[in-house]
């Protein structure tokens, strides 16, 4: 671990608990290369757990927005932004709309402003991705990353690409797993169930509720616009990668201790989805 520090002050505020918001100062240990989402990390895996921040977002690769902040008074991306060796300022994007430290809240414009003129404020609209539903942004990433996969397929060998692309996609859906159990406020079978029905955002997938219990919940997903909107562009056989091969992974970082099976999905040509979990007693 390198000697050299940096100084670091992140703004922190908790509506709930705080007056008033203040600065926090942490020492963080340089290294060349470091991103400011990397700096977070750090402070939260080592100095400080309660601070919050979209962790790792919903990408990691400037794509999904969601860890647009302040960065030394500028907009940035946190996992974008490199940081230099001097002292470092961490703020949320709108101080106003702050939920926790770096966390905000979502515009409450519809994505249909986007469509208005820049004089009418549809151009600052554009810049909200956190708008678009989660199946329109799975559907960027998709038109983006099947052809790096098939680029890197073809140089190192069809395997090893999609071994990568699994690897880095479930670390991903265990970082929102996190996010998940956050926005939820808990990790048990009942903050779970409540956290369903976002899966379903935008219509994306109609969901039938076996059962609701205390420490089990079974239910089918009847229709999946993912595998159809995958299907669509020609890209299925890239869809189980893509989307549901993240769905074992986020149920760890929500909660390695509810059990998570499935033996049969609609990206796959079976009827249903079969998503069913069980929380150790």
Do not use: W
């Not at 940035?76 to 002292?87: A, E, I, M, N």
């Not at 893509?242 to 769905?247: A, E, T």
């Amino acid at each position: 671990m390198s000697e050299k520090t940096i100084k670091v002050n992140v703004f922190r505020f908790d509506p709930a608990a705080d007056s008033e918001f203040r600065y926090q100062l942490y020492d963080v240990p340089f290294e060349e290369g470091l991103s400011a989402m990397n700096v977070l990390d750090y402070i939260y895996q080592n100095l400080d757990s309660t601070l919050a921040y979209y962790d790792h977002a919903g990408c990691s690769l400037g794509i999904c927005g969601k860890c647009t902040a302040r960065i030394n008074g500028k907009p940035g991306l946190l996992c974008q932004t490199p940081v230099g060796d001097g002292d470092l300022i961490l703020e949320p994007l709108k101080k106003d709309r702050v939920l926790k430290d770096l966390v905000v809240k979502k515009a409450r414009e519809k994505v249909a402003a986007v469509a208005a003129p820049a004089e009418e404020g549809g151009a600052d609209m554009v810049k909200d991705i956190n708008n678009v539903d989660l199946i329109v942004r799975r559907e960027i990433e998709a038109l983006i990353a099947v052809p790096l996969i098939k680029a890197y397929g073809e140089s190192f060998g069809e395997k090893a690409a999609r071994d990568v692309a699994q690897k880095t996609i479930e670390q991903l859906a265990i970082e929102a797993g996190k996010m998940l159990k956050m926005f939820a406020g808990g990790d048990t079978m009942q903050h779970l169930q409540r956290a369903i029905p976002l899966f379903s955002q935008g219509g994306s997938l109609e969901i039938e509720i076996l059962e609701a219990g205390n420490t089990r919940a079974a239910v089918n997903v009847t229709r999946c616009k993912y595998a159809e909107m995958y299907r669509e562009h020609g890209l299925e056989d890239f869809g189980y990668l893509l989307s549901c091969g993240r769905d074992f992974a986020l149920m760890k970082g929500f909660n390695p201790k509810i059990k998570f099976t499935r033996t049969q999905t609609i990206m796959e040509g079976a009827a249903y989805c079969d998503f069913r979990f069980e929380a150790e007693e």
